[in-house]
């Protein structure tokens, strides 16, 4: 599957945007989606996962939510009050064995096989 990922920009803290990522698979709606990204000089990161099943996970309480829209094949992440940590590249990633139902493994990077090519949100002060 081939993602595309858009929707960034530059915003002033306390804005929002939604991030938008389009999946060329017609059998999306079988894929677990997430949301990384990275910082400069930092490590790549997770950032919300949403899997096949509906079961929804973020690390950005209350400022962040993941959706998607099987019929579009398009994942979502609509983020709210944007904090200058926040700036990074955000990318999407697929695949179709992330979750198991009991670990942690859906938040780990190597666990995704399907990436996006990102896209940059920068949050000015």
């Known amino acids: 599957v081939q993602l595309q990922a858009s929707g960034g920009g530059l915003v002033q803290a306390g804005g929002s945007l939604r991030l938008s990522c389009v999946a060329s698979?017609?059998?999306?709606?079988?894929?677990?989606m997430a949301w990384f990204r990275q910082a400069p000089g930092k490590e790549r990161e997770f950032v919300a996962a949403?899997?096949?099943?509906?079961f929804k996970s973020d690390s950005v309480k209350g400022r962040s939510t993941i959706s998607r829209d099987n019929a579009k094949n398009t994942l979502y992440l609509q983020m709210d009050n944007l904090e200058p940590e926040d700036t990074a590249t955000y990318y999407c990633?697929?695949?179709?064995?992330?979750?198991?139902?009991?670990?942690?493994?859906?938040?780990?990077?190597?666990?995704?096989?399907?990436w996006g090519q990102g896209t940059l949100v920068t949050v000015s002060s």
């Open positions: 990633a697929a695949s179709l064995s992330a979750y198991d139902g009991g670990s942690s493994r859906y938040t780990k990077s190597g666990e995704y096989h399907y």
């Open positions: 949403i899997i096949w099943s509906g």
């Open positions: 698979d017609r059998a999306f709606s079988n894929y677990d």
